[in-house]
């Protein structure tokens, strides 16, 4: 599979070591839409989650209102995701055109990890249920891309088959099977190990805002300012 010609992995080490975050604590909101709301993934998660939007803030809010904020790019952020201990996040920025860029921050230091950036826009972001992947689903044929989380490196033996436009990504516990969204509408599962479908079931098509609950026994979407639901089982 062609993936390199679509995708350029930008390493820390190389350009990024000195990219940290400026922050401040206060109550005060987004300058602009907020397009993001994810949980933070670490301590009381019910009560600790970020939000990103058009004015580059990465901001993390706890239950008294009050939000870090982390000034984190100078282009939206469309989708940001913590990673399951909640020592990593990651966000995609895009100017909605040449810029399509996933950048993973270490939440410790406040520092810029490594960037992976596309040809074309992301939709989707999310890490896999153990954290060993960082899993993004793009608009092109190629669809699914597959990122080791602890160093950038893309993995391209994961799935053998192009998946097309992939609104939303979750893997089982075990990460040996992940599940995917597609607008086109369905919901396909593959296997991690020998990277082979599994199984396709039809779905309500063209969902946005895309997102599962209930330890993803469900899959949630929006279209024409109408809320589905649909078993991601059936």
């Known amino acids: 599979m062609?993936?390199?010609?679509?995708?350029?992995?930008?390493?820390?080490?190389?350009?990024?070591?000195?990219?940290y975050a400026q922050s401040h604590i206060s109550t005060q909101t987004h300058q602009g839409s907020v397009?993001?709301?994810?949980?933070?993934?670490?301590?009381?998660?019910?009560?600790?989650?970020f939000s990103a939007g058009e004015d580059g803030f990465l901001i993390k809010w706890?239950?008294?209102d009050q939000g870090e904020h982390y000034q984190i790019s100078d282009l939206p952020i469309k989708s940001a995701c913590a990673s399951p201990d909640g020592?990593?996040?990651?966000?995609?920025?895009?100017?909605?055109?040449?810029?399509?860029?996933?950048?993973?921050?270490?939440?410790?230091?406040?520092?810029?990890?490594?960037?992976?950036r596309f040809t074309d826009?992301?939709?989707?972001?999310?890490?896999?249920?153990?954290?060993t992947y960082l899993m993004a689903g793009t608009a092109s044929v190629e669809g699914a891309y597959f990122i080791r989380a602890d160093n950038g490196d893309i993995l391209r033996d994961k799935i053998h088959d192009p998946t097309g436009v992939i609104s939303y990504m979750f893997t089982s516990n075990t990460e040996k099977?992940?599940?995917?969204?597609?607008?086109?509408?369905?919901?396909?599962?593959?296997?991690?190990?020998?990277?082979k479908l599994k199984t396709k079931l039809s779905a309500e098509p063209?969902?946005?805002?895309?997102?599962?609950?209930?330890?993803?026994?469900?899959?949630?979407?929006?279209?024409?300012?109408?809320?589905?639901?649909?078993?991601?089982?059936?």
């Open 2 to 19: 062609k993936r390199r010609a679509f995708v350029l992995l930008i390493i820390s080490a190389a350009i990024s070591g000195g990219l």
């Open 35 to 49: 397009n993001v709301i994810a949980p933070a993934n670490y301590a009381d998660a019910r009560k600790t989650f």
């Open 62 to 64: 706890t239950d008294d």
């Open 87 to 116: 020592k990593t996040v990651a966000v995609y920025e895009t100017d909605g055109g040449l810029v399509n860029r996933v950048s993973v921050w270490d939440w410790n230091t406040l520092s810029r990890k490594y960037a992976v």
């Open 121 to 131: 826009a992301v939709t989707s972001l999310s890490f896999s249920a153990g954290g």
């Open 177 to 195: 099977t992940v599940c995917m969204y597609s607008p086109a509408g369905n919901i396909s599962y593959y296997s991690m190990q020998n990277g």
């Open 206 to 234: 063209g969902l946005v805002q895309v997102t599962g609950f209930a330890e993803d026994m469900f899959i949630a979407g929006i279209r024409d300012n109408t809320l589905y639901i649909m078993s991601a089982l059936s």
